[in-house]
């Protein structure tokens, strides 16, 4: 089976830099994704690794340990629009099965 | 606009009924697929197609089946309605995995209610 933990909630601070982490137990690892989710809106696409390393994409990045089974979400220059759940989700297999962590929800305050 | 869009937005029914929601993509995808969001706000996989053929079919009581009339379309219709199938259902499509990494695009999704 696949095991993904994320914390549940955190708080930070507008103009602050935050990093959300996700640890994955799965086999067949082929690749993580971050998605964001704003309250009663569909889940969106943040960013994906599938090899050891950053991803950079503008204030947001998303890094990799596959030996380590982790990764993490940077959020840099905070916004309160930034509020929002964030779900980690792990593809294994050949195919384009995620399975998600139940999500972070973060809180951006003044 | 270019996007993958639900009907209906709310779904309102008693228990026993039988409900259906209707998905379709313009995005060309090749792969969609059926999640169920909990009041816990855990999204979890129920099926897949690929080209109008079943290729993910998770553990749900079959009450629940999947249709696929063509890839831009993917209906999901439930029998005899359960207070427990009260949760948000959302469409999502990916293109083919040779095209890309994969990333899943997901509908606005249908929120059920079972009374």
């Known amino acids: 089976g696949q095991n993904i933990d994320q914390p549940t909630e955190m708080t930070a601070t507008e103009g602050a830099i935050v990093q959300i982490n996700c640890t994955y137990q799965?086999?067949?690892?082929?690749?993580l994704f971050w998605y964001q989710q704003h309250a009663g809106e569909a889940p969106t696409f943040l960013s994906y690794n599938v090899l050891d390393g950053l991803e950079e994409k503008g204030r947001f990045s998303s890094f990799l340990s596959r030996s380590k089974g982790y990764s993490y979400l940077l959020l840099k220059e905070l916004q309160m629009k930034d509020s929002a759940s964030y779900l980690c989700?792990?593809?294994?297999?050949?195919?384009?099965?995620?399975?998600f962590g139940t999500g972070t929800q973060l809180k951006v305050e003044l | 606009d270019t996007a993958v869009s639900q009907t209906p937005k709310y779904l309102v029914t008693q228990m026993g009924n039988d409900k259906s929601i209707k998905c379709e993509q313009n995005?060309?995808?090749?792969?969609m697929y059926w999640y169920k969001q909990d009041s816990k706000k855990f999204l979890k996989i129920m099926f897949s197609?690929?080209?109008?053929?079943?290729?993910i079919n998770e553990t749900v009581p079959n009450r629940f089946s999947p249709k696929s009339p063509d890839k831009a379309h993917l209906n999901l219709h439930i029998n005899s309605l359960e207070l427990g199938d009260s949760a948000v259902y959302f469409c999502?499509?990916?293109?083919?995995?040779?095209?890309?990494?994969?990333?899943?695009?997901f509908g606005p999704g249908t929120r059920l209610t079972v009374l």
């Open positions: 989700a792990v593809r294994s297999g050949g195919g384009n099965k995620l399975t």
């Open positions: 995005l060309g995808h090749d792969t």
């Open positions: 799965t086999s067949g690892f082929n690749g």
């Open positions: 197609y690929n080209n109008k053929e079943l290729i």
């Open positions: 999502a499509s990916s293109p083919s995995r040779g095209d890309s990494q994969g990333e899943q695009f």
